[in-house]
């Protein structure tokens, strides 16, 4: 899946390949863009080119379990720890000491989860509809509402049943699922058919899933607040998380704004590519 002014390049981390695609002059301000869940690097094809143009490097891997990067076994290999390990790795493969991180989903969780615990390394953080880990558990217990919201996690936790369902039929249920919970066109037939054969790439559907395994089985510790500067974009009507997990996010920074997307959903960088590339190009670059 080609786009503009794209190169690839499969970059060998300790103990880990991942594909990344690059964009952008050299001596631009490093940019890493992190995918969420079910994507790969190609969710930021809108973004990829106006952010080179406006001067930064961009960098959007598919991270581990996803794309052409490598999968390891175990959901212990996608603890949070591991998964924000990636990117200050990647960073350093490149030679970067501090980056702006653009995160959007799981790839919003593992940015909020880096920028908390490795501000040095952050210079901005740019959030799309994604909630800090820190603040999940409490709104959720507040918001019973959320809990309904995200009751297909608990379905991600049964060993084998999701990865059937998945792929079943040309993974027929996520195509519907971000048809169903995007605007008209913002997933076209063709683009589709690419991530089909992303998710049917051997071992990459228990990798996906593995990341929520990880999330609700593995220990973590409530990392420190948000001290680098952050900008929160959210759609407002996501049907999976509520707009109050946003402020909740940001109450957890010490130096942060929201900006909302009132038509969009939890695609907004599909659905409103201008607004978010000139958002982000305006905070970033």
């Not at 999968?71 to 350093?92: F, M, N, T, W």
């Not at 799981?106 to 901005?124: C, K, Q, T, Y």
């Not at 066109?185 to 899933?209: H, I, K, N």
Request: proline share 7%.
């Amino acid at each position: 899946m080609d786009v503009a002014g794209v190169t690839f390049r499969r970059v060998a981390l300790p103990g880990l390949g991942l594909n990344v695609a690059e964009a952008g002059p050299a001596s631009g301000a490093p940019t890493i863009l992190l995918h969420g869940f079910p994507e790969f690097w190609y969710g930021w094809r809108h973004q990829i080119g106006p952010l080179a143009e406006a001067g930064l490097r961009v960098l959007a891997p598919d991270q581990r379990g996803y794309g052409l990067s490598d999968k390891p076994s175990g959901i212990e290999a996608y603890h949070l720890d591991r998964l924000a390990g990636d990117v200050l790795a990647l960073a350093d493969a490149y030679g970067f000491a501090e980056i702006r991180l653009v995160g959007h989903d799981w790839g919003g969780i593992v940015a909020w989860w880096l920028a908390s615990r490795h501000p040095d390394r952050i210079a901005r953080l740019a959030i799309l509809n994604a909630p800090h880990p820190a603040i999940l558990g409490d709104y959720m217990c507040h918001h019973p509402g959320q809990w309904l919201r995200s009751s297909y996690v608990g379905l991600f936790q049964i060993p084998g049943l999701p990865e059937r369902l998945l792929t079943a039929d040309r993974c027929r249920a996520l195509r519907r699922a971000l048809t169903n919970t995007s605007r008209p066109g913002a997933f076209a037939a063709a683009e589709l058919d690419g991530y089909v054969e992303a998710w049917l790439r051997p071992g990459a559907m228990t990798s996906m899933l593995n990341w929520y395994r990880a999330l609700v089985r593995l220990p973590r510790a409530t990392p420190p607040r948000v001290r680098v500067p952050t900008v929160i974009l959210w759609g407002r009507q996501d049907t999976a998380l509520q707009p109050g997990l946003a402020e909740a996010s940001l109450a957890f920074c010490d130096a942060g704004r929201i900006r909302w997307y009132d038509r969009a959903s939890h695609w907004l960088a599909h659905e409103e590519p201008a607004s978010v590339n000139a958002d982000l190009a305006d905070f970033l670059a």
